[in-house]
């Protein structure tokens, strides 16, 4: 788990880092209780050691949500103001010393949304369970219903598993389109690529309305600029900041093209000083000979007589640059001072994310061959750790199995508890970890890691757990069990979409839910008969 952990760690300081909060951490928190359901459903005996695997499914489903939930809160809350809501802006310490209840955490506009859209996967996600239960009652119609299941003997229970099929293979191909459709989402979002055609588009729509392409393109610019301030505020690595540079610089490029295209009236693919002219008459700036003149040199870098498309973009840039330096003093001063005041108040949020000595740019020709190093030992760190996980997942099936033996407990129960801290352990405290950054941001990250685990755990170890009911001749006597995993997310899913702000209480209520989540199973399958 620790190697699953520092490689997920080493990801973050490459381009796919957006993604591993909401997709490689859950991906690969999720192989080792993956691993566990598999090998718990093979074997001799594998309808009894199928306990184990509902055990570790639930159990780390309910976990991830619930405890780490709490621990997020806890190390992530700071200080409220007069009106609730948590003081992030600061320049005093954000959670004075001893402050429990009067303290809490929230997200902000950005991160209220991505969290919401992260707890409504988990419901969707949640569908297959029905699927399969739905199977489950109709089969269990046939010998007396579900109370009537803790009497039958084993062949009748067996027998069970066969019009369960069906239903375990639709379930099946549920859990494989909602993986897929969750993967295209967290891709598409992150990667945008209908962005640049949007941007392309303002631009033009803005020259065609007569304000010119400075205009157009600086809002374009002053875009480019938040973002790569944001990845520094928010832990990106300085390599990682340059390649976002990098792309916002072909963005720009992209956007500035076709007007490069309209200037160069030769068609040379460069542009000599009349045609500079033309761009400045059309910025309704017109130039003098004189002025013309010190711009072509400006732009000019290479100092070749003709100005490539590269030193247009450069030269564009460079002069929306200052033409923004030169606005009014009294506004320029003003906008200084808060920016000062901005970075004073948000200094503590500016994170960034340590890379190894061994990776340090300094070591490298290139960021390209930086980014590849790193990702070279990213994929060995996760490749490696996966293989020990499953090797390993074997033996602890059959560890909790005995375990449940000994002591005259159902493996249901062992596995509950036990095998999510065995798991996951590298996940809880990677969320108590992002938190303790106490930023909205850091806790944006912590929440949609907790809720991409559950994400995983309903799709990519539902669909394992499905897989061997279709396959292997078993079935499905899991109510109380399915009954217990989606009460527990149905409380988390208000919990992500209901309350912006989360304070102790809210953090203590989620808690709850993990020792209600036994209590229900037991209430159910002891005092209601339902096995």
Request: proline content about 3%.
């Amino acid at each position: 788990c620790n190697m699953i952990s520092d490689g997920a760690e080493l990801l973050m300081l490459t381009p796919y880092s957006k993604l591993v909060g909401a997709v490689i951490l859950p991906i690969l928190g999720a192989v080792p209780d993956g691993a566990i359901v598999l090998f718990s459903g093979i074997g001799a005996n594998a309808q009894t050691n199928l306990d184990v695997g509902v055990g570790a499914l639930a159990g780390s489903t309910v976990m991830l949500i619930t405890i780490p939930w709490f621990l997020a809160i806890y190390g992530g809350r700071v200080d409220l103001d007069s009106n609730g809501q948590p003081k992030y802006a600061t320049k005093k310490k954000r959670l004075t010393e001893g402050n429990l209840w009067d303290a809490g955490v929230c997200t902000g506009e950005t991160g209220t949304v991505v969290v919401r859209n992260m707890a409504y996967w988990m419901a969707v996600t949640s569908i297959p369970y029905l699927v399969i239960e739905v199977g489950a009652l109709i089969a269990e119609a046939e010998n007396g219903g579900i109370l009537n299941q803790q009497n039958l003997d084993d062949v009748t229970l067996e027998s069970e598993g066969s019009p369960e099929r069906v239903y375990a293979i639709v379930g099946t191909l549920m859990t494989i389109g909602f993986f897929l459709a969750y993967l295209k989402y967290q891709n598409d979002r992150t990667s945008s690529p209908s962005v640049a055609s949007k941007q392309v588009r303002a631009v033009q729509n803005t020259v065609s309305g007569g304000q010119g392409l400075v205009a157009a393109v600086r809002p374009l610019l002053e875009a480019m600029e938040k973002q790569e301030q944001e990845m520094s505020q928010t832990g990106a690595s300085q390599s990682l900041i340059q390649a976002e540079s990098k792309r916002s610089m072909t963005m720009l490029q992209n956007v500035l093209r076709p007007f490069f295209s309209k200037y160069d009236v030769d068609g040379s693919g460069t542009l000599e000083t009349s045609e500079l002219g033309r761009v400045f008459m059309d910025l309704n700036e017109p130039k003098s000979a004189h002025e013309l003149e010190a711009l072509f040199k400006n732009f000019d870098t290479d100092q070749s007589g003709e100005i490539s498309f590269v030193e247009f973009c450069d030269g564009v840039r460079s002069y929306i640059g200052k033409k923004k330096a030169n606005e009014s003093a009294a506004v320029d001063r003003t906008s200084s001072r808060v920016e000062e005041e901005s970075k004073e108040d948000d200094g503590d949020e500016s994170e960034e994310e340590e890379c190894p000595d061994e990776f340090a740019q300094e070591k490298f020709k290139t960021i390209e061959e930086q980014q590849a190093a790193i990702k070279r030992s990213a994929a060995y760190l996760c490749g490696v750790g996966t293989i020990v996980v499953l090797i390993f997942s074997d033996p602890i099936s059959d560890v909790l199995t005995a375990i449940g033996e000994r002591i005259g407990v159902n493996a249901f129960y062992v596995a509950f508890v036990v095998a999510p801290l065995i798991t996951n352990g590298s996940e809880l405290m990677a969320s108590y970890t992002f938190a303790q950054k106490k930023t909205m941001k850091s806790m944006t990250v912590a929440y949609e890691q907790l809720l991409g685990a559950a994400v995983m755990n309903n799709t990519y170890c539902l669909f394992i757990f499905l897989i061997l009911i279709a396959t292997q001749g078993l079935y499905w006597n899991y109510t109380a069990e399915v009954i217990a995993i989606l009460l527990a997310e149905l409380c988390v899913f208000v919990v992500a979409t209901q309350f912006k702000v989360h304070t102790m209480k809210t953090a203590l209520a989620v808690l709850a839910i993990y020792p209600a989540t036994i209590l229900v199973v037991w209430m159910l399958e002891t005092l209601a008969g339902i096995s």
